[in-house]
């Protein structure tokens, strides 16, 4: 397994257990506790792809349009430095972040340096037990506030439901080329409960358009 989260996003300690890994000792690591500000979200996917092409796709993160939910632009601006713009309905919110952690085909951590959204995280690249795949697994970490609001917002989910929507389109966009999607496709009555889960987990949002290069 690789090695946890151990720099400091957002300029504080981060605690042992804040890391992407799932498993640390052979123990289960819960997630950590939503509080002080902080909301918290670790989930994991098995992805059919090796394990250096999901950290060359993850890396280049001027492709996140394709696969992230909402993302209008990323635009490297340094090295390790790049600009971000997430827009819909005419809002708009905008930030930097810079890479913390680099290690191919392994791991990469990050955070937010300056602009609306306050953000840090981390992704893992282990190989999935039998060698069945790529176990792909992602902390990230939000602060609340007008920050939380503003991207709940714009984005139309809780952030927690974001992180988890946008690995499911990294899975689907990595091993076909492209996101499944239902938007625009005729079904009958719903009912009250499937209401209830179309505005509990964002369904109006547009899926990410995946183009993948030839």
Known sequence: MSHPLMEKPNAEQVLFSASAAVVMDGRYLAPPQDKDGKIWARTSAIVQA???ELYALWRDVESAPKWQEQMTSVRRIGDVTSH?????????????????????????????????????GEVIFDTAPGDRGTLVT?????????????????????????????????KAFAETGE??????????PRGIIGKMKKSLYGETITTPPAEKAS
């Open 138 to 170: 992602v902390l990230q970490e939000f602060h609340l506030g007008k920050i939380a609001n503003a991207w709940e917002t714009i984005v139309g989910r809780n952030p927690k439901q974001s992180v988890i929507e946008n690995l499911r389109h990294f």
């Open 50 to 52: 090796d394990a250096s």
């Open 84 to 120: 971000w713009v997430m827009e819909s309905d005419g809002e708009k919110i905008e930030w930097d972040s810079e890479i913390l952690a680099d290690e191919p085909g392994k791991r990469i951590a990050w955070r937010s340096i300056a602009g609306d959204s306050s953000n840090a």
């Open 179 to 188: 996101i499944p999607r239902t938007q625009g496709q005729p079904h009958g």
